[in-house]
């Protein structure tokens, strides 16, 4: 049996964790060989590499910061060089202060915005240099950009809300040379950040339809679908992966 992803080369930022850990040993299982992105931990970075290799691909992690430009341009450099091409980019390193809106200061928001807007930006800029005809953007954004229930979100959910507009602009962009970009709403999910047995989950669970948190491979699923062939005709799309958060 042959490999959906298989030949193909991905960049996952924040890919040392959680839903973005996920995501790069669901391509490896697809048969991609898969670039990861991480800012303080390389023990867990090193974890997910050793993952995607058990999959009988090959893996390589690099220290980037988000928040600065130069480290996320080098970690797409970075990855061409390592692999010698680069096929799909998932946008996922991203950050969040959750307060009222009165007490986050200017260091809070200049960081979020850095991060979640910027970085997602310029990463996408760099990789879009890169790809090749049918290569795959995909952003993470968030379920609270469709709908925010509950105060102290606000910042949160205008850098993701922006991931909506990068996405259908790199559409249009790019869609003449063959580059799909395409957007995933996360739900609640069960990561060590927002844990399904965690102080708010009961709450988070209660906005939901299926009324639980989602499990990082659930993510990792729809993200896999988009960069193989069945997202061959998906461009400029929104997909909530949010158990009816939405709805």
């Given at each position: 049996m042959i490999s959906p992803l298989?030949?193909?080369?991905?960049?996952?930022?924040?890919?040392?964790r959680g839903i973005g850990a996920a995501v790069a040993l669901r391509l490896a299982q697809d048969g991609a060989d898969v670039a990861l992105t991480y800012q303080h931990n390389k023990e867990q970075a090193a974890q997910v590499v050793a993952g995607i290799e058990a999959a009988g691909r090959r893996g390589w992690a690099?220290?980037?910061?988000?928040?600065?430009?130069?480290?996320?341009?080098?970690a797409v450099e970075g990855t061409v060089t390592?692999?010698?091409?680069l096929d799909i980019l998932v946008n996922n390193a991203g950050t969040g202060v959750m307060a009222p809106i009165?007490?986050?200061?200017?260091?809070?928001?200049?960081?979020?915005?850095?991060?979640?807007?910027?970085?997602?930006?310029?990463?996408a800029r760099a990789?879009?240099?890169?790809?090749?005809?049918?290569?795959?953007?995909?952003?993470?954004?968030?379920?609270?950009?469709?709908?925010?229930?509950?105060?102290?979100?606000t910042l949160y959910a205008t850098s993701k809300a922006a991931l909506t507009g990068?996405?259908?602009?790199l559409a249009r962009e790019l869609g003449g040379r063959g580059i799909t970009a395409n957007l995933v709403q996360p739900g609640p999910t069960n990561t060590d950040m927002n844990p399904a047995d965690g102080p708010s989950a009961s709450a988070q669970q209660g906005?939901?339809?299926?009324?639980?948190?989602?499990?990082?491979?659930e993510i990792a699923a729809t993200v896999a679908h988009l960069a193989g062939e069945g997202g061959n005709y998906i461009t400029g799309a929104s997909l909530a992966v949010d158990g009816g958060h939405s709805a």
């Open positions: 298989n030949g193909k080369v991905a960049l996952v930022t924040g890919g040392s690099v220290r980037a910061d988000f928040g600065e430009g130069p480290d996320v341009t080098a390592e692999f010698g091409r009165g007490e986050l200061s200017l260091e809070d928001i200049d960081r979020v915005l850095a991060v979640n807007v910027r970085g997602a930006y310029l990463a990789a879009a240099g890169q790809l090749a005809e049918g290569g795959r953007i995909i952003n993470i954004g968030s379920c609270i950009t469709e709908r925010v229930p509950f105060p102290g979100a990068l996405t259908k602009g906005f939901t339809v299926l009324g639980r948190h989602a499990e990082p491979s």
